[in-house]
Every structure is written in structure tokens, then in C-alpha cells.
């Protein structure tokens, strides 16, 4: 409650909601995988939905690349929330070269593999992207 709450007085709600219904789209049109109707949840409509906290810096362009890593980040600590609930019970003993695995340290390699690589190219396009919208702004 208190999420939806902030997300509407910081003028969230359309981020969120358009990450939400991304999301979900993703999961029923592209093919999702899941274990579970709370992996569906998590990984799909509330992982994408916590993308719209980028909408934080919506007024300020030249603070894009901040956005895009605030953004990113928000949908990686659900993601690791998700791994280490509801992914940890199939969690491999050894991963990446990695023995005694736990589900903390399974979680953060696991969605780090793909939430680094993402968020690297979610920030320089972002930067790419400050000169042409201070054309547009003036």
C-alpha cells in the first residue's frame, strides 16, 4: 500500500503501470518461463512495473543515465527477491565455478549474468540520448 501511495504522489503511476502491463504481455506473448504463479508475478509484472521508478527523474534529461540505473536496479532487487524465495529450492550446488552455494549469493550471480550486461547498455544509451533531448527541450 505504502508503494502505491508513492508512486502516486511522485507521479509514478504511469511508469509503473506500463512496466506492469510490459511485463505481463512479455510473459504471455514472448514465450515467459516460470515455476510458479508467484515467479509470473515477480518476475514479470513486478520487475518491469519497479522499471517505472525511473519516471523519479522524468523532468530532468540530462539525469537519463541516472534514471536508466535506478530503473535497472529497482527491477534487480526483484529479481534477487524472487531468487532467493522462490527460485532457491532449485538452486544448483555449484554455479559459475562457485561451490557451496546459498541463495543470497546464487541470486545475485544468477540475475547480475544479465541485469549488468542490461543496465551497462540501459546507461549509455541514456547518455546518448541527453544532447538530442536538450535539442528538443529548447
Known amino acids: 500500500m505504502a508503494l502505491i501511495v508513492f508512486a502516486v504522489r511522485w507521479g509514478l503511476g504511469w511508469g509503473i503501470g506500463a512496466g506492469l502491463v510490459f511485463g505481463t504481455l512479455k510473459y504471455f506473448l514472448a514465450s515467459g ?3 510458479s504463479w508467484v515467479s509470473i508475478i515477480f518476475d514479470y509484472g513486478v520487475a518491469y512495473a519497479f522499471v517505472g521508478f525511473a519516471g523519479l527523474f522524468k523532468k530532468k534529461y540530462v539525469l537519463l543515465p541516472v534514471a536508466a540505473l535506478v530503473g535497472c536496479f529497482a527491477r534487480f532487487i526483484i529479481h534477487f527477491i524472487s531468487g532467493i524465495t522462490v527460485y532457491a529450492q ?3 550446488e555449484e554455479f559459475m565455478g562457485f561451490s557451496g ?3 543470497v549469493l546464487y541470486s545475485t550471480l544468477y540475475n547480475g549474468t544479465y541485469m549488468l550486461p542490461n543496465t551497462v547498455i540501459a546507461i549509455a544509451i541514456c547518455a546518448m540520448l541527453i544532447p538530442v533531448m536538450k535539442r528538443l527541450k529548447n
Open 33 to 35: 518461463a516460470s515455476i
Open 90 to 92: 532449485y538452486m544448483p
Open 101 to 103: 552455494m546459498t541463495p
